[in-house]
C-alpha cells in the first residue's frame, strides 16, 4: 500500500501544502477535492498554504499502527490553518515543550515512514512549534 | 413497500475464539437464527465484514458463507461499511424485503480479529479512515476518536472522568448477557486508573479487538409469524452519511451523518426520541456514545456526559443504552457489531432480555456507525 506512484501523486500536498480556493465562493480547500464542499461548483485554483497555523487538538500515540512503531510515541494533531481548513498531521521537534490547544505552530518536511528494508521512505508535512521573529 | 418482521435471531459469544474459523463463526449465527425462525431455506444471504480481506486473506464471503451454511445456490454478497457494516447489511436485507424481491432473506455480520497481531489490527482498523490524509500521517483509528475526545473536553469543559458512566453501565449490563466478552464490573476507579492508548483515550473508554458473528431472518410482517415470540417490525430503516475524514467536518464534535440518519429514522417511523424505550448505540469510545445521544436527539449538544452522569442510561432510567453490554463490554466485531445490535433489541421487545429487561419495552433504536462518523444506519423496531 505504501507505494512509490501512490506517495508520489500526493507530492504537491505533501510537500507544499497544495490546496485549492474556489474561485465561486472563496472558501479554501486542503485537502483539494475538485468539487467545492460548499457550493458543489469545480471553478477550484491550486494554491500553495502559508503552512501556519493553530492546535485544534492533539493526542499522543502509544500502540501505533504497523509502519509507524520507530516513532512512537508520537502526537498526532488536528492543526487549524491560518487559511481555515483542518488538517490532520505529526507534531515534531517539540522538545521538552507541551503541547496545548490553541498553540502556534508551522509546517516543516519529516520523515513520515521508513518503510521497512524494501518500501519506499516518506517524507511529508508534520508541524512544530512556531519560531517566533526575531524583535526589530 | 412491504413491511418487513425480524422472525427469527442468533448470535454467538464475542470473545477471542482462537480455535473457530470465521466461516464457523458465520455458520453458528446462521444456524442458530434459522433454527429461531424455524426455517431451513432462504432467497438471499447477505454478510456484513470488514476486514477479512485484510486479516484473514478472504473476500468473497457471500459465496462462502452461503455454501458452508447449507445454502449453497442462494443469491449472496459481502456488504462492507467500515465498523457500519452489519447494519449496512441488514440495511440491504430490508431493502429486499420490502422491496418484494425477497421474501426471506439471512442477514449474518461476522469478524475475525484476532488472528494477527495488534500493530497490524490497529493498522487495518485505520483503513475506515482516510489513507491518504489521516491514516499516512500515523493517526490509528484510536487516534481520530482522541482528538475529538479531547476537543469535547477542552470545549465543554468536561474531565476524562466525567466520561466514566458508559463505561461502567456498559460492564454492569454485560454481567448478565451470556454471549458478551466481558462479564465482570468496572468501577469509576478502575476506569481512572486504566492504560493509556491514545491519550486522552484509555483502555476502559475502548471498545474490544475481538471475534464474533450475530444473524436474523427477515421475513414479511404478517405472512410469517414466529412459533412463540411476539412479532417484532421493523418500523424504520435510514442511512446518513458524512465526510470520511475527520478534519472536512464542519464541526469535529458534532456527527452530522447520525444527525441525518437519526431524523430520516424518526420521520419513517412516525415517532419522537422520546417514543424510544431503549438505544443500542455506537459505543466504540465513550465519546462516541456521548456524541451519538446528542446526534439522535436525546441531549442537546456537549450535555451528551449529563445525561449519563445523571442515571438517565441504566436499564431503569429515562433512556437506556447498550443494554446488553454495548460494544465496550459485549464486545466490538467490527462487521458484526450492526447485526449484535439489532439481535439485543429484538430480545428486548420479546421480553426476553432476563436480568437485563427494559420495562415494558416496545420501541427500541440501534444505530451503527461506519468510521468516525461517515456511515451512519439507524434501525427502528417495533413490538406488534
Known amino acids: 500500500m505504501n507505494s512509490v506512484p501512490r506517495n508520489w501523486r500526493l507530492r504537491q500536498q505533501r510537500y507544499r501544502l497544495v490546496g485549492e480556493i474556489c474561485e465561486s465562493c472563496g472558501v479554501r480547500i486542503f485537502p483539494p477535492r475538485d ?87 516518506v517524507y511529508g508535512y508534520k508541524f512544530r512549534p512556531a519560531i517566533q521573529p526575531a524583535a526589530a | ?35 429461531d425462525a424455524g426455517v431451513v431455506r432462504a432467497d438471499a444471504l447477505y454478510v456484513g465484514n470488514m476486514l477479512s480481506g485484510e486479516l484473514e486473506g478472504q473476500e468473497h464471503l457471500g459465496a462462502l458463507v452461503a455454501d458452508f451454511a447449507g445454502l449453497r445456490g442462494v443469491e449472496a454478497f459481502k456488504i462492507e461499511a467500515a465498523c457500519g457494516s452489519g447494519a449496512a447489511a441488514v440495511r440491504m436485507g430490508y431493502v429486499a424485503v420490502a422491496g418484494g424481491l425477497a421474501d426471506l432473506v439471512i442477514v449474518v455480520g461476522v469478524e475475525k480479529m484476532t488472528d ?16 491518504d490524509y489521516e491514516a499516512a500521517h500515523g493517526a490509528s483509528f484510536v487516534t481520530l476518536n482522541a482528538l475529538v475526545m479531547r476537543r469535547y473536553m477542552h470545549q465543554y469543559g468536561y474531565g476524562h472522568q466525567d466520561f ?41 473508554d475502548s471498545s474490544p479487538i475481538c471475534d464474533g458473528a450475530a444473524a436474523v431472518v427477515l421475513a414479511p410482517l404478517g405472512e410469517t409469524r414466529h412459533q412463540s415470540m411476539a412479532t417484532v417490525g421493523i418500523a424504520a430503516s435510514a442511512v446518513g452519511t458524512d465526510t470520511l475524514a475527520v478534519h472536512d ?29 431503549l438505544f443500542e448505540l455506537h459505543d466504540a469510545f465513550t465519546i462516541m456514545a456521548a456524541l451519538s445521544l446528542e446526534a439522535a436527539g436525546f441531549a442537546d449538544r456537549g450535555r451528551g456526559l449529563a445525561l449519563a452522569a445523571d442515571g438517565e442510561i441504566g436499564i431503569e432510567g429515562r433512556i437506556p443504552v447498550t443494554t446488553m453490554g454495548g460494544l465496550k463490554a459485549r464486545g466490538h466485531p467490527v462487521g458484526a457489531t450492526g447485526v449484535y445490535q ?24 440501534a444505530q451503527n456507525i461506519g468510521g468516525s462518523g461517515a456511515t451512519v444506519i439507524t434501525h427502528i423496531l417495533e413490538r406488534i
Open chain 2, 116 to 131: 494477527t497481531l495488534g500493530p497490524d489490527t490497529t493498522a487495518a482498523l485505520a483503513m475506515a479512515a482516510d489513507a
Open chain 2, 164 to 204: 466514566a458512566p458508559f463505561a461502567v453501565n456498559a460492564h454492569q449490563n454485560a454481567l448478565a448477557n451470556p454471549y458478551a466478552m466481558f462479564r465482570f464490573p468496572v468501577s469509576s476507579e478502575k476506569f481512572r486508573r486504566a492504560r493509556m492508548i491514545s491519550d486522552p483515550i484509555n483502555l476502559l
Open chain 2, 342 to 365: 439489532i439481535v439485543e433489541v429484538v430480545q428486548q421487545l420479546r421480553g426476553l432480555a432476563g436480568e437485563n429487561q427494559v420495562p415494558n419495552a416496545r420501541v427500541g433504536m
Open chain 1, 35 to 121: 468539487v467545492c464542499p460548499e457550493c458543489e461548483t469545480m471553478e477550484q485554483k491550486e494554491v500553495a498554504f502559508s503552512g501556519r497555523g493553530e492546535v485544534y487538538s492533539y493526542s499522543t500515540v502509544y500502540h501505533p499502527p504497523r509502519g509507524f512503531e520507530e516513532f512512537a510515541p508520537y502526537t498526532v494533531a488536528l492543526v487549524r490553518l491560518e487559511e481555515g481548513p483542518l488538517v490532520t498531521a505529526q507534531l515534531t521537534d517539540l522538545d521538552s515543550e507541551q503541547v496545548k490547544i490553541g498553540m502556534s505552530v508551522e509546517m516543516v518536511t519529516r520523515r513520515m515512514q521508513s518503510g521497512g528494508e524494501e518500501g519506499p521512505i
Open chain 2, 249 to 277: 467536518r464542519n464541526d469535529p464534535l458534532v456527527l452530522a451523518g447520525a444527525e441525518l440518519s437519526s431524523q430520516r429514522a424518526y420521520n419513517a417511523a412516525g415517532v419522537r426520541p422520546a417514543d424510544i424505550d
Open chain 2, 1 to 35: 413497500m412491504r413491511e418487513v418482521a425480524v422472525i427469527g435471531v442468533g448470535q454467538t459469544e464475542v470473545g477471542e475464539h482462537w480455535g473457530v474459523s470465521l466461516r464457523h463463526l458465520a455458520l453458528e449465527a446462521v444456524q442458530a437464527a434459522m433454527a
